[in-house]
């Protein structure tokens, strides 16, 4: 029975022909299935040229002008608008495979392109037929068998990319089982670390994936969660339930962000207290993200951390053992005894540790901390994933404006930030939302999806 299934599944999943050395391959099993995701593409390229068909399509084929999101674009140079198609980036340059129709056609397409950077040579050896010419620094050309082609440009003046492309066709492609379990008109592979599949309509973006080497703790679902019942305006909404093996990674980059700001705060006490939390957590965790304020720059420590005004609340399973592990917090540096809890001021700002009955909450923004104590209750909820998520992209649109020039002239990732700002910020800031879950799988992998979402599109007025 499991052999069945097994190559049920395999039958079913796309194959990709792709080079084995490739970074990064791109698979489109029906070209003639791209109009969802060109409609989405066409509206957010409105706001982000990084988002337009047209910044893409030049991208599908190595020397030939064509647009995959129109058929007939692919059908005057005789490719099959209804098979697949799949892209191999790899270091010396790039691959693509596609099937043909008029296979005469295509030759003679490629043969007028191919000619304008000089001398074509041609050979065929063993059904393979194989054309190349100087193309720039490097060559591009063509390898074909029967209807197939795989077409190729590379920046070097070698027969390199050639042979591996001849190699690449030789073989017949192997179904990615990965692919069968991921819907998608696209799909997107870096080697064995993650794939996606992407479709999309005129209202929103699909994302949906497998990655083997996030930087998450493992996660694990259950029958309810007593933060399911809560919704919260913010950046970023999140309720999750780390898996027992995973607390002490979550708490820890907790632990570690506090313990750079307070550099005054004994670090052994600092690990007792973690620890003593980190066994009375249950794994259930909501984080807010209400808004970004920066105050300091964010090239300092203090400035990153109390830029994001933000809170986590964790259920715990014994009210009173938690407030005994808070209790050293009082000799800390800068500590402040509260009624439910404590205030430690730090470089920056002040962080705020809290209980409210079997939660306890720890953030660095008194009114958001206060917000998200007013709206704990004793109700819970099933949730349907281990993790989810939902994000304000106007929000976040604000975030990313306020990076300044400084700070973008002396920290790379910072200056990644402003990049992102400048060609993604229009879009974020005329989106909807931004939704989400994640799961844990097998082998420490997580399964994740993420839905965007435009404005509703006004409908065609009637002829």
């Not at 674009?73 to 790899?90: K, R």
């Not at 973006?205 to 996030?214: K, R």
């Not at 917000?371 to 109700?379: E, H, N, P, W, Y």
Request: glycine share 8%.
């Amino acid at each position: 029975m499991l052999s069945l299934l097994l190559v049920t599944t395999l039958a079913a999943a796309p194959a990709p022909r792709a080079t084995a050395s490739a970074n990064t391959v791109v698979h489109i099993p029906r070209l003639d299935k791209l109009s969802g995701l060109n409609a989405f593409m066409s509206r957010a390229g409105t706001y982000a040229a990084l988002a337009r068909p047209s910044t893409w399509s030049p991208e599908f084929h190595p020397f030939l002008s064509l647009d995959p999101m129109r058929p007939e674009s692919l059908s005057t140079v005789g490719i099959d608008s209804t098979a697949s198609a799949t892209l191999s980036y790899v270091t010396r340059g790039k691959i693509s495979c596609v099937r043909l129709t008029d296979a005469k056609l295509f030759q003679a397409k490629a043969q007028e392109a191919l000619a304008t950077g000089g001398e074509v040579k041609t050979a065929t050896s063993k059904g393979i037929t194989t054309a190349s010419a100087p193309r720039g620094t490097g060559r591009a050309g063509y390898a074909l068998k029967g209807q197939d082609v795989c077409s190729f440009a590379t920046l070097y003046d070698d027969d390199d990319l050639l042979n591996e492309t001849v190699k690449v066709l030789g073989k017949a492609p192997a179904p990615d089982a990965r692919l069968g379990k991921l819907p998608g008109a696209v799909y997107v592979l870096q080697g064995s670390r993650m794939a996606l599949g992407l479709d999309g309509t005129p209202e929103g973006l699909q994302v949906d994936g497998t990655a083997t080497q996030l930087p998450l703790p493992p996660f694990q679902s259950s029958s309810a969660s007593p933060y399911g019942a809560i919704t919260l305006p913010g950046l970023l909404f999140s309720r999750a339930q780390v898996a027992p093996a995973g607390l002490t990674q979550a708490v820890g980059s907790v632990r570690a962000s506090i313990q750079q700001l307070c550099t005054e705060c004994p670090s052994d006490q600092v690990n007792a207290v973690t620890q003593a939390l980190t066994q009375q957590l249950t794994g259930h965790l909501l984080v807010l993200v209400d808004s970004v304020q920066v105050k300091a720059s964010l090239r300092t420590p203090e400035g990153r951390f109390f830029a994001p005004r933000q809170v986590i609340a964790a259920e715990v399973k014994d009210p009173s053992k938690v407030k005994e592990a808070l209790a050293p917090l009082a000799r800390f540096p800068g500590a402040q005894p509260l009624e439910d809890g404590y205030a430690l001021a730090l470089k920056g700002g002040s962080v705020l540790v809290r209980q409210k009955g079997n939660h306890l909450l720890i953030g660095n923004d008194e009114a958001v901390v206060k917000g998200l104590l007013q709206s704990l209750s004793d109700k819970g909820a099933k949730l349907p994933h281990a993790v989810d998520f939902t994000a304000d992209p106007k929000r976040m649109a604000r975030a990313l404006s306020q990076v300044s020039l400084m700070d973008i002239m002396s920290n790379q990732q910072l200056a990644g930030l402003f990049a992102m700002s400048t060609e993604v910020g229009p879009l974020l800031a005329n989106s909807e939302r931004l939704s989400g879950w994640l799961d844990s799988a097998p082998g420490g992998a997580h399964r994740f999806s993420l839905s965007w979402a435009l404005p509703a599109s006004s409908p065609k007025p009637s002829p």
